[in-house]
């Protein structure tokens, strides 16, 4: 049986399952990245609810795998060369996922690169506008008498929806008729805006008919919608 007790952060959150990866998440549009993926591939996972809400991805344990203390992160106990291999940043495991299965990614060369840089168009653009948008737009931002800002972020987030639904024109999926870690790092994001961040109507959202029927096929995905609650919020 593989021994993850060199790991710290398995003092706090203990492996039942040390042969399996583990998962440490939380059910964010970022979190249930790897969620969705684990169980789109069907790869064996523990996951472990790492709660945000309580610092806990700021205790030592956390901090120990990831230094950034942002959720999610992972420890693979069949890493490379059968090695434990620990990793965070949402992206990057997407990418090792999909190389580690041959899954979610295409075989074809230039087609995993293209599929690699929709999930940069996320990690770089959507990410960070869509949560400047939800900031400004429902929580303490919106006190602000400035609303420049949410207009500002308002705008881009519509310009960035824009991209994607230009994409997606005559496609099923934003690799054509593959479904993709693209889609998957895209899907909780353009979920949230819509929905916990309620700002459908400030971003124009129906206005983007590609987008909305992606997105309503993309969560109607029974692997998606598993992955959407994993793991249980704490």
């Not at 996951?47 to 700021?58: F, L, M, P, R, Y």
């Not at 737009?137 to 230009?166: C, M, W």
């Not at 934003?174 to 994001?189: H, K, N």
């Amino acid at each position: 049986m593989t021994d993850l007790s060199t790991f710290p952060i398995t003092s706090r959150w203990p492996a039942k399952h040390p042969d399996r990866l583990q998962l440490y998440s939380y059910p964010t549009p970022n979190g249930v990245k790897v969620s969705i993926a684990l169980e789109e591939i069907g790869l064996p996972y523990e996951a472990h609810a790492v709660n945000i809400g309580k610092d806990e991805s700021w205790t030592p344990e956390f901090l120990s795998l990831n230094p950034n203390g942002k959720i999610p992160a992972i420890l693979d106990p069949n890493g490379p060369d059968g090695k434990p291999l620990g990793m965070f940043e949402s992206g990057a495991i997407l990418v090792y996922l999909a190389d580690k299965t041959g899954k979610l990614v295409p075989a074809d060369a230039a087609r995993r690169y293209e599929t690699i840089q929709w999930v940069f168009f996320q990690m770089a653009n959507v990410g960070p506008m869509f949560g400047q948008v939800g900031f400004f737009h429902k929580f303490a931002g919106r006190n602000i008498d400035d609303k420049r800002p949410l207009q500002r972020y308002r705008d881009e987030s519509r310009r960035l929806i824009g991209v994607l639904d230009t994409r997606l024109e005559g496609r099923q999926w934003i690799m054509d008729d593959d479904f993709t870690i693209a889609d998957v790092s895209l899907l909780g994001w353009t979920r949230n805006l819509i929905g916990f961040y309620e700002a459908r109507e400030l971003v124009g959202f129906d206005n983007f008919k590609n987008v909305a029927r992606w997105l309503e096929q993309g969560l109607a995905r029974p692997a998606v919608q598993r992955g959407l609650e994993i793991p249980p919020r704490a």
